[in-house]
């Protein structure tokens, strides 16, 4: 753009015509300065802010969540309490020094964290104090301090993953599994598969180690394609405090209940004195036996000549041993050492193989054995 520059003013007054033309002279030359900026901001390569950008800006959030130098917006002090500091703010950032009163971290640790609000004095949040431990907490409008909630540790969290998972009892602390009154115990447990558990099984179920309820654990090291137990044991407790167990071998089926013998199941046992034979004597205890169920019970120390029938059982033989006549090691007494019994179908009882540390100083023998009938 051309600028036209105007005439000069001429008057007789040259006085006045160099004043009005010095004053035309400085409106030009300001005139052309003007214009001098606008080309020059005209043929600017630099982009420019287009409509769109300042609409941004003024829609861009002007609220402070931080310092200007980006650290923590609020400070709350020692003697002070964060509730107090962050409760009528919005959306934050601060610090809590050593001590004070509504941290949720130990007295001498500090804590950073940051809140978010939707509603006035209603705020949620988390923090994380020096020694690295996390909390979230929340507040509301009728609230007068900060609830906090401690946040699991990496430790915690190891400890959680590396825990047994597996159920035991059911969410209540109940048993696992229930025996229905037309079910089988045998198949309601192996049907868990390869695991440990508890269960109940009432009076009458098949199965069942007992003519009572009971109740147990059961526990399967493998299972098979359709993932049922197949091997494994399991351990029943009747109402009457009669333990049972069993034994489940994928080749031989279960094993069969076995009943757990106690002192109690002695206390009515009869003792009865064996008959001596030959020079045979009691020595510092009677020389006795009982049957109980499919045991035979031998107790007592015996006086005897070895290689010999030292003794009787006075009952109407025991047909379940062998022809032979079953043996035992029984400890001897005087010295180290044993000797074995032979017991016989007859009853007869037998003293032979005597091995000791000094035979000559054996002094007698003790009996106190139980023999299997069956």
């Known amino acids: 753009m051309d600028v036209n520059k105007p005439k000069t003013f001429e008057t007789t007054d040259k006085a006045h015509a160099d004043l009005f033309n010095e004053m035309v002279q400085t409106l030009l030359k300001n005139d052309n300065g003007l214009l001098e900026q606008l080309t020059n901001h005209t043929q600017d390569m630099n982009p420019h802010a287009s409509e769109e950008e300042k609409k941004k800006w003024n829609d861009s959030q002007i609220y402070k969540i931080t310092a200007d130098n980006g650290m923590q917006l609020i400070n709350v002090s020692a003697d002070s309490k964060i509730f107090d500091a962050i409760k009528d703010k919005g959306t934050c950032t601060f610090y809590a020094a050593p001590g004070v009163e509504d941290s949720p971290s130990q ?57 047994q998972l597996i159920k035991i009892t059911n969410d209540t602390g109940g048993v696992r599994v229930s025996v229905g009154a037309t079910e089988s115990l045998f198949d309601k447990i192996t049907q868990t ?133 079953m043996v035992v090691s029984v400890p001897v007494s005087g010295t180290t050492g044993h000797s074995k019994l032979y017991i016989y179908k007859t009853g007869e009882l037998k003293l032979t193989g005597l091995h000791a540390v000094n035979n000559s100083a054996v002094t007698g023998y003790y009996l106190d054995t139980v023999v299997p009938l069956n």
């Open 107 to 163: 007295s001498n640790i500090s804590l950073r964290g940051m809140q978010i609000v939707g509603q006035n004095n209603i705020g949620a949040g988390f923090a994380v104090d020096i020694a690295g431990n996390a909390y979230s907490f929340y507040y509301t409008s009728g609230h007068t301090t900060i609830t906090w909630t401690p946040l699991p540790s990496k430790e915690d969290l190891n400890k959680w993953n590396g825990s």
């Open 193 to 325: 598969g390869k695991t440990f558990g508890t269960f109940y099984s009432p009076a009458g179920v098949q199965d069942n180690p007992s003519a009572l309820s009971s109740r147990g654990f059961y526990h399967f090291t493998s299972a098979d394609n359709n993932n049922k137990g197949t091997f494994g044991w399991v351990i029943a407790v009747d109402y009457r405090n009669n333990v049972f167990t069993n034994y489940l071998d994928l080749n031989l089926g279960w094993q069969g209940w076995r009943r757990l013998i106690t002192d109690a199941d002695f206390e009515n046992v009869q003792w009865l004195n064996v008959t001596l034979d030959n020079g045979s004597s009691i020595g510092d205890r009677p020389v006795q036996y009982a049957r109980w169920g499919n045991l035979l019970l031998l107790r007592g120390h015996l006086i005897a000549n070895r290689e010999v029938i030292c003794g009787k059982i006075p009952i109407t033989g025991l047909p379940n041993l062998p022809d032979k006549g």
